[in-house]
């Protein structure tokens, strides 16, 4: 398996379980995503981008990544370019690490959505900001390693047909999920947590590392 961590422009904070994710990943920076490679001790081998949000002040060192610049006015994101660059170097499996939050809401919403396109075309995807991660989930059945009471949502970017979830505070039994219900947000990791989908394209998203409540 080829694993690449794609530095993206959204928020992000250092965690054990984070530094666990990336560890001994191939690394690609998209744009502003640069400003988080010294905070997670990585080096990128490639910068790609427009280069319009340039953090100020970088290091020598991460100045001088090699760059691959694309115009502004383009059909593609900064982070879907440099997503296309690791899948054109192998990649098989992808850490996509500051995609949710920052300036742009219309970025975040492309991340979670092109994370699951991925995920149905065989590439294995996370997205975290250090303190949640998301995970694209395919038809059939998958399981997670979350401690009891971690808090979690399946966002369904579709109506979600044969819905089951187990070890989860509120379970769900082959249940058919509108587009926009809010019936799967909020939830609670209860045993050991394992959804099953039959039909649509959806997302887990959970809270490994709870920020404080401001």
Known sequence: MSKFTILLGGDLIRTPLLDRQVAGTRVIA?????????????????????????????????????????????????????IAAALERGATSLVLAGAFGGKRADHAFLHLALSVQLAEAGIEVLLTSGAQEGIPLLRGRAGFDYPDGTLFSVLGFSDLSGLT??????????????????????????????????????????????????
Not at 49 to 70: H, I, T
């Open 165 to 214: 979830v187990t070890g989860a505070k509120w379970p769900l039994n082959g249940v058919e999920i509108a587009f926009g219900s809010s019936l799967t947000i909020s939830n609670e990791v209860k045993g050991r947590l394992e959804i099953a989908l039959d039909s649509g394209h959806a997302l887990l998203l959970a809270h490994p590392f709870p920020l404080p409540e401001s």
């Open 30 to 82: 998209a744009d502003a995503g640069i400003g988080h490679a010294r905070m997670l001790g990585v080096m990128p081998e490639l910068w790609v981008g427009d280069f319009d949000s340039v953090p100020a002040n970088l290091p020598d060192d991460l100045a001088a990544v090699r760059r691959q610049v694309f115009p502004a006015e383009k059909d593609s994101t900064d982070g879907e370019l440099a």
